[in-house]
C-alpha cells in the first residue's frame, strides 16, 4: 500500500472513532441500556438460567379479542373464562358493554362469550356439577365527591303493619317532617310486614317490631342547598289512611358525598361444556365485591359486598344451594370488609385470615378467627403482625391442605393509604391455641401479591406494588417460591409486566401459571398520566419444567369417590413421590378461596399407581380436581381431571 493511501485510510480511521465517540457521549446511557438489555435478555434465555429460575412469555390477544380481566376463573375443560364485565369502564357500563371470553392456554384460541350483566367485581367459586356459580357485580359506578350533583343516600323504609308488606315503585317521593326537602326513590322496594312480639313467659302481646327496606334516594333538584345535615322522619308521598300513617322513612345525613359502587342481586352458574351463562335464582342482597366459598355440603356461602344503595351489606350472609338454586339467610349476622378471605377448615368451621379488599368501616369486622356458621360464633386468632394495614394483603393455604396452615402475604393500609407491608404471616390452626407468627419477611412493602399452589408444595408469589395501585411507578417485577417444609422465600426469573389492582393469577393443568390484569393509576413516576389497564396475560413456566423429563400419568377413572380409590397409568411409577388433588383456581382481587392442593395416599402398581382419595368432605369438597404426581426431583405430571362427587 502507497503512503498516501495509508494516511487516507488513518484519517477516514481516525474521523470514524472521533464520530463514534461523539454518539457515544451524547447517546451513552441509551446505548448503555441497549446493551445491558440485550445482555439481560441473553443471560434469561440461557437453558441452566431456566432451569434454576424459570421463564416468563407474554400474551398478547388480538386487538379485537383484548379485555379489562377482572375475574379468571380455570374450568374442567382445561380452558380459562375470562371476565371483565364493563372492566372498570364506566363509558363500557353506559353502554351495556359486558365482555367474557374463554381462552385455551395449550391451543391459543380466544373466543367471545354473551355477558347478561355486568359482572364487574362480582363474587365466584367452583360448583360440584362443574359448573361456576357467579354472583353479584355492579349496578351503578362510584361518583367521586365533586362530581355529585344532587344530594342523596339512605333511606331506611319503615312498615309498622303485620298484617302485609308495602311495595314502593321508583320514583317514591319522600318529603321530611322536619327539613321539609323531598327525596326521590330511584328504585323500588318491598318493605316486608312487623313482626309481632310476645312476652316469652306470659305470651302477652308487647309491641310490632317493623318490617325494613333499604333505598337510595336523591334529591330533585341540583346544589349544597338541598343537602341535609341531620336525622329525620319522612312522609312517603302517595299513601292514605292506614298505610300512611304504618310506613314511613327514616334517613340521616343526605348529601354531596361520594357515592359508592352499588352491587347486583343477579346470580348465574357459568357451563363449562355450553359455554354460556345460566341465570339462577337472585340472591336476597345485593352485592359489588362479594366473597363466594364452597361449604362441604356443597352449598355456597356468600357473603359481604356492597349492596344495591352502595353501603357494605349489614352483616346479612346466605347461602346458595345447587340443587334448588336458591339462596336462604343463614343464622344472625355477621360483617365483614368486601372481597373477605374465608376459607373452610376441615372440622365444617371458616377461617378468615383478615385479608379483605376494602370498603367498610375500619373497625368492623377486620379481625381474624375462626367463624362457626351454624353457631354464628366468632373466636379471634390473635398474634397478627400490622394488623393495619391487611387491605389487599393475599392469603393462601399452604400445601398440603391437611397440615391446615396459613401463609398471610404483605397487605396495605385502609383505603388509598400509602402504607404497606412487608410481613408475611404464618398460624397453624391445628394448634389448640391457634397464633399467628412472622414469616420471612418480603424485600418490600406488597399490595396485591399474587400467589398460586404449585404441584411439587412449593407456592408461587408474584408482583404487587408498594403503593395504592401502583401509584409512584411502584409496581414489583419480583417472583418468589415459598417453600412450607423450609420456611424460605427463593428469588426466580422476574415478571416481565407489573400487577397490582384487578390482577391475580391461576395454576394450569400443565404445571405452569398465568397471570392477568392489572389496574394502576398512573403511568409515570409523578402521577401525572392515567394508566391504561394490563390486557396482556404473562405465563410463568416454573424451573420444574426445565428439566430432562416428567413423570407421564394416563388412563384412570373420571370420577373417584371420598374414600375410594383409583388406578392410573405411569411409565415412571418408582420415581413417583407425590400424588396432590389440587382444586382449580377462581381469583379476583387477590382473593382466591378456592385453592387448596390435597394430599392423596398411594401405592405403586405394576404399571403405575393407586391413589385414595381422603374421606373428609371438609377437606374434599364435591367436584373436579387436577391430579398431579410428582418425582424424586420435584418434577410434576400433566394433570389428569378427576371428579370427585
Excluded at 146 to 156: C, N, S
Excluded at 177 to 188: A, L, M, W
Excluded at 362 to 389: C, I
Aim: glycine content about 10%.
Amino acid at each position: 500500500m502507497k503512503d498516501g493511501a495509508r494516511r487516507r485510510r488513518a484519517r477516514r480511521l481516525g474521523i470514524t472513532s472521533v464520530v463514534v465517540l461523539a454518539l457515544a457521549g451524547m447517546n451513552g446511557p441509551w446505548l448503555y441500556r441497549f446493551g445491558t438489555d440485550r445482555y439481560h435478555q441473553y443471560t434469561i434465555d440461557k437453558p441452566e438460567y431456566k432451569a434454576a429460575n424459570g421463564h416468563w412469555d407474554v400474551v398478547q390477544f388480538p386487538k379485537e379479542y383484548r379485555l379489562n380481566t377482572i375475574h379468571a376463573a380455570l374450568l374442567h375443560t382445561g380452558r380459562v373464562l375470562l371476565v371483565a364485565g364493563s372492566g372498570n369502564n364506566q363509558r363500557n357500563f353506559d353502554a351495556k358493554k359486558f365482555d367474557t371470553r374463554i381462552w385455551d392456554p395449550v391451543k391459543g384460541t380466544i373466543k367471545k362469550v354473551p355477558t347478561p350483566a355486568d359482572l364487574f367485581c362480582t363474587g365466584h367459586t367452583q360448583l360440584a356439577n362443574g359448573n361456576l356459580l357467579i354472583a353479584g357485580g355492579t349496578k351503578r359506578y362510584e361518583t367521586l365527591k365533586g362530581d355529585v350533583t344532587k344530594a342523596g343516600g339512605l333511606m331506611v323504609v319503615h312498615n309498622e303493619n303485620p298484617d302485609k308488606p308495602v311495595t314502593l315503585p321508583a320514583g317514591t317521593a319522600f318529603t321530611g317532617k322536619e327539613n321539609g326537602r323531598t327525596f326521590v326513590s330511584k328504585d323500588p322496594v318491598l318493605v316486608p310486614r312487623a313482626k309481632k312480639v310476645f312476652d316469652r313467659k306470659t305470651g302477652a302481646f308487647l309491641r310490632n317490631d317493623p318490617g325494613l327496606g333499604r333505598i337510595y334516594v336523591e334529591a330533585q333538584r341540583s346544589g349544597r342547598r338541598y343537602e341535609t345535615g341531620t336525622q329525620d322522619n319522612y312522609r312517603v308521598r302517595g299513601l292514605r289512611g292506614a298505610d300512611a300513617r304504618n310506613t314511613y322513612g327514616i334517613a340521616q345525613k343526605l348529601a354531596l358525598d361520594k357515592k359508592d359502587f352499588q352491587g347486583i342481586r343477579d346470580a348465574y352458574e357459568f357451563d363449562p361444556v355450553a359455554e354460556r351463562y345460566i341465570k339462577v335464582d337472585p340472591m336476597n342482597e345485593a352485592r359489588w365485591y362479594p366473597t363466594l366459598t364452597t361449604l362441604g355440603d356443597g352449598t355456597v356461602l356468600g357473603l359481604s359486598g356492597l349492596d344495591e344503595i352502595g353501603q357494605l351489606v349489614p352483616g346479612k350472609n346466605e347461602v346458595f344451594d345447587p340443587e334448588t338454586r336458591r339462596w336462604h339467610y343463614t343464622k344472625g349476622v355477621r360483617q365483614f370488609p368486601t372481597y373477605p378471605a374465608i376459607s373452610l377448615m376441615q372440622n365444617g368451621k371458616l377461617f378468615y385470615s383478615g385479608s379483605n379488599a376494602g370498603y367498610g368501616p375500619d373497625d368492623v369486622g377486620r379481625d381474624p378467627g375462626v367463624w362457626d356458621l351454624r353457631a354464628n360464633t366468632f373466636t379471634k386468632v390473635p398474634g397478627l403482625s400490622d394488623p393495619n394495614m391487611m387491605e389487599t394483603s393475599g392469603t393462601v393455604l399452604l400445601p398440603p391442605a391437611q397440615d391446615e396452615k396459613y401463609l398471610v402475604i404483605g397487605g396495605g393500609g385502609v383505603g388509598e393509604s400509602r402504607l404497606s407491608s412487608r410481613r408475611t404471616r404464618l398460624v397453624d390452626l391445628k394448634k389448640p391455641h391457634p397464633r399467628f407468627v412472622d414469616g420471612p419477611l418480603l424485600d418490600k412493602g406488597t399490595r396485591y401479591p399474587q400467589s398460586s399452589i404449585l404441584p411439587d408444595d412449593t407456592v408461587l408469589v408474584s408482583g404487587g406494588s408498594e403503593d395504592y395501585r401502583g401509584r409512584s411507578d411502584s409496581n414489583i417485577l419480583q417472583a418468589r417460591i415459598y417453600t412450607p417444609g423450609t420456611g424460605r422465600f427463593d428469588r426466580v426469573a422476574d415478571p416481565l409486566v407489573g400487577r397490582n389492582y384487578h390482577s391475580g393469577s391461576i395454576l394450569l393443568p400443565d404445571g405452569r401459571v398465568m397471570f392477568f390484569g392489572s389496574n394502576s393509576l398512573y403511568a409515570d413516576k409523578a402521577n401525572t398520566k392515567p394508566a391504561p389497564f394490563e390486557q396482556r396475560i404473562e405465563i410463568y413456566t416454573p424451573p420444574y419444567l426445565y428439566r430432562d423429563a416428567r413423570p407421564s400419568l394416563s388412563g384412570g377413572p373420571r370420577t373417584i369417590a371420598r374414600g375410594g380409590s383409583a388406578t392410573f397409568a405411569s411409565a415412571h411409577a418408582s420415581s413417583i413421590r407425590t400424588a396432590r388433588l389440587i382444586r382449580p383456581s377462581a381469583s379476583t382481587h387477590v382473593t382466591d378461596v378456592d385453592q387448596r392442593s390435597i394430599a392423596l395416599d398411594f401405592t405403586r402398581t405394576g404399571k403405575g399407581i393407586s391413589v385414595t382419595v381422603p374421606k373428609n368432605r371438609n377437606l374434599v369438597q364435591s367436584g373436579w380436581y387436577m391430579l398431579f404426581v410428582t418425582d424424586d426431583q420435584g418434577t410434576p405430571s400433566k394433570a389428569r381431571w378427576v371428579k370427585v362427587p
